[in-house]
């Protein structure tokens, strides 16, 4: 049998066989590019009318917040912490109490203020009997004195009497000595020439002397009626100054009211200053104003507190609502009323049903700390926002926290 030769395909590297050209297919003419560009165009074209439509009608920020009523609880008075009696994120109510302080120096301040009060008290009490007093004894004493005016006056005229009859007495006497002593000088002429006798002599001595004696008593009559007269005037003087005395008693009741009023006003005073020591007593327990979260404590046992400075902030979740910052331009067709969408970023996005309450009656810059002074110059154009409050018509059972963000849209429509 011959053998068989190998071909030149069998002889041939196998390299070279694949290195030759394979023969190209005919191509057919692209005619779907055109088709899938049409049909991409439109579904864009639908998409942006979606979305346009959707949007129309509707503004929408992500710029939102939620907020609430943040109270600060401070101290009424001053003093050292005795007992912190909540903790960080405790729910507490209205009247709760919250923080106690030391009120070791508020009970003697309250025990001071009612020894005050005693005291003017008392005070009133003594005021009150001697105005009694006064007022009893005005009628009376008036009456005594204008008796004793009488009194004197009367008496007065005694003395007086007195002392004309002494002046007479005194005028008899005197010319009963005259007459005696004349009698005495003829009987004296007499007896030396003999006509009488000494008996008859001595007789006329004896008249003259005790004519003498006589004009002496009527002459001390007169001294001691001038004396009454003297006394008399003298209690004229005396019981008529009781009598002005007397008449002045309606301005020493007087007195004595305004003392009355006086000790009432500081019975007053003492009890308004007994209030405000058991007030301050009170105080030294410090009370939740509101329900609501504990936030922010910084109170701490043994520390100083003063009413100037916050122990800790109390939160309410059940009053939120929304603060949503619009652009200018997105404001123009919104109105109160209007049905707003929230989306609260911390639910993932669960939506919530509310309603515009009110817009801003001034951008958020404008009330910045330092606002934005336009007329320096260098102006740079930028967007401003106006908060718009949104209140919400359902919660959803969702704990809605102050400082949540959220996505709000306002139908305008």
């Given at each position: 049998m011959a053998a068989h030769a190998p071909s030149l395909e069998e002889t041939a590297p196998l390299s070279e066989l694949r290195a030759e050209p394979a023969?190209?297919?005919?191509?057919?003419?692209?005619?779907?590019?055109?088709?899938?560009a049409g049909v991409l165009s439109l579904v864009a074209a639908a998409v942006a009318l979606g979305v346009y439509a959707r949007g129309r009608g509707h503004e929408t920020t992500d710029d939102a917040q939620l907020e609430g009523h943040v109270a600060a609880v401070q101290a009424r008075v001053s003093g050292q912490v005795?007992?912190?009696?909540?903790?960080?994120?405790?729910?507490?109510?209205?009247?709760?109490?919250?923080?106690?302080?030391?009120?070791?120096?508020?009970?003697?301040?309250?025990?001071?203020?009612?020894?005050?009060?005693r005291a003017a008290e008392a005070q009133l009490l003594v005021a009150e009997k001697q105005r009694g007093v006064a007022a009893s004894g005005a009628d009376s004493g008036l009456v005594v004195a204008q008796s004793g005016v009488a009194q004197a006056a009367a008496g007065g005229s005694g003395a007086r009497a007195e002392l004309d009859q002494a002046r007479a007495d005194l005028t008899a006497a005197e010319s009963?000595?005259?007459?005696?002593?004349?009698?005495?000088?003829?009987?004296?002429?007499?007896?030396?020439?003999?006509?009488?006798?000494?008996?008859?002599l001595d007789a006329r001595r004896t008249t003259s002397e005790q004519a003498d004696a006589a004009l002496a008593q009527a002459r001390a009559r007169v001294s001691r009626a001038d004396a009454a007269i003297a006394g008399a005037a003298s209690s004229v003087e005396a019981a008529r100054g009781r009598l002005l005395a007397a008449q002045s008693a309606p301005a020493q009741i007087a007195a004595a009211d305004a003392q009355v009023a006086l000790a009432r006003a500081r019975v007053d005073q003492a009890k308004a200053a007994l209030e405000q020591a058991e007030l301050s007593l009170g105080y030294t327990k410090v009370r939740a104003q509101t329900s609501g979260t504990v936030s922010r404590?910084?109170?701490?046992?043994?520390?100083?507190?003063?009413p100037d400075r916050p122990l800790l902030a109390l939160v309410s979740?059940?009053?939120t609502w929304v603060v949503a910052n619009y652009k200018e331009d997105q404001i123009a067709h919104m109105r109160p009323g209007q049905?707003?969408?929230?989306?609260?970023?911390?639910?993932?996005?669960?939506?919530?049903?509310?309603?515009?309450?009110?817009?801003?009656?001034?951008?958020?810059?404008?009330?910045?700390l330092l606002p934005p002074d336009n007329a320096s110059g260098n102006f740079t154009k930028v967007v401003q926002?106006?908060?718009?409050?949104?209140?919400?018509?359902?919660?959803?059972?969702?704990?809605l926290r102050p400082g949540m963000s959220v996505e709000v849209s306002v139908e305008t429509r």
């Open positions: 023969v190209a297919a005919p191509t057919r003419p692209r005619k779907r590019a055109p088709l899938v005795r007992r912190v009696l909540v903790t960080d994120n405790q729910t507490v109510r209205a009247g709760d109490v919250v923080v106690e302080l030391d009120d070791a120096d508020y009970r003697v301040r309250v025990a001071a203020a009612q020894a005050d009060l009963r000595r005259a007459l005696a002593t004349s009698e005495l000088e003829r009987s004296q002429r007499l007896f030396a020439q003999g006509a009488v006798s000494q008996a008859e404590r910084t109170v701490e046992v043994g520390q100083l507190v003063s979740l059940d009053d049905l707003a969408r929230v989306k609260v970023d911390a639910y993932g996005g669960k939506e919530l049903v509310g309603h515009v309450d009110s817009l801003a009656s001034g951008t958020g810059s404008r009330f910045s926002r106006v908060p718009v409050l949104v209140r919400l018509d359902e919660r959803g059972g969702m704990a």
